[in-house]
């Protein structure tokens, strides 16, 4: 009888951890998804640790330049969270134009505003689902998503979503997670190296996937003109 008990608290821990730790709430909706991260809000930034040499030269950098041609651009990142591709971007001195970023978690979005403070007239903050944008078609000369589409309910819609108010020639830039624990995410991730095949029904071309972090790639496309 003891050996069942344990092997039953076994198997719940391991959903616990699957479910709240790897999934990150996924599977149980989009409200325990945002309010895990109004949770960890405050210390996200501690625990991400982030590289700002780093983070410039594969995110900030890259986008600038992509942008280079459009005087004044405007960027939309979906699950902007703290901020993280705002404050790359405006740390480039050839980058002159306007983020909004989305988030569904009002602590991610507070943390961001404290961390956008400085670029209050170029930055703009709102609340929202990635799923239902609210934003008209072709907005935005760029549209970002970094390591959070595997936690959205349809992966694929939002993209199509994020593809809808992108204008023509505008490049979409997200994250495709391959580390070890995407294998505990069915539905949520997109086989390496076969992410066209899945873009292939979306006005997108110029698909390129390129190895960034140990747990994820970069898939850049660009909006057909």
């Keep these: 009888m003891a050996g ?19 999934a990150e709430g996924t599977y149980l909706g989009r409200s325990i998804v945002a309010k895990l991260y109004d949770w960890t809000a405050g210390r996200y930034d501690r625990i991400k640790a982030y590289d700002v040499e780093l ?7 890259p986008l600038a330049a992509a942008l280079a041609h459009v005087p004044h651009p405007l960027v939309l990142d979906v699950a902007t969270g703290t901020g993280r591709l705002p404050m790359s971007l405006f740390r480039q001195p050839d980058f002159q134009g306007t983020v909004v970023g989305l988030d569904l978690s009002t602590g991610m979005l ?14 703009y903050l709102i609340q929202g689902d990635a799923s239902r944008l609210p934003f008209p078609d072709a907005a935005f000369h760029a549209v970002t998503c970094l ?5 959205m309910p349809h992966p694929r819609a ?18 495709n997670r391959i580390g070890w624990e995407a294998r505990f995410l069915p ?26 972090e140990v747990n994820y790639d ?7 003109v």
């Design 55 to 61: 983070e410039d030269a594969t995110l900030g950098r």
């Design 158 to 175: 939002a993209l199509g979503e994020m593809t809808r108010v992108l204008k023509p020639g505008g490049w979409l830039l997200f994250t």
């Design 110 to 123: 507070a943390q961001a505003r404290r961390n956008l403070a400085e670029h209050a007239g170029r930055a």
């Design 4 to 22: 069942i008990l344990l092997a039953v608290l076994l198997v719940l821990i391991l959903l616990v951890y699957w479910q709240f730790i790897l």
């Design 147 to 151: 390591e959070a589409l595997e936690f």
């Design 218 to 224: 970069q898939v850049w496309a660009r909006r057909r």
């Design 187 to 212: 539905g949520k991730v997109f086989p390496r190296r076969r992410v066209a095949s899945v873009l292939q029904d979306l006005p997108l071309e110029d698909i390129r996937e390129m190895v960034w």
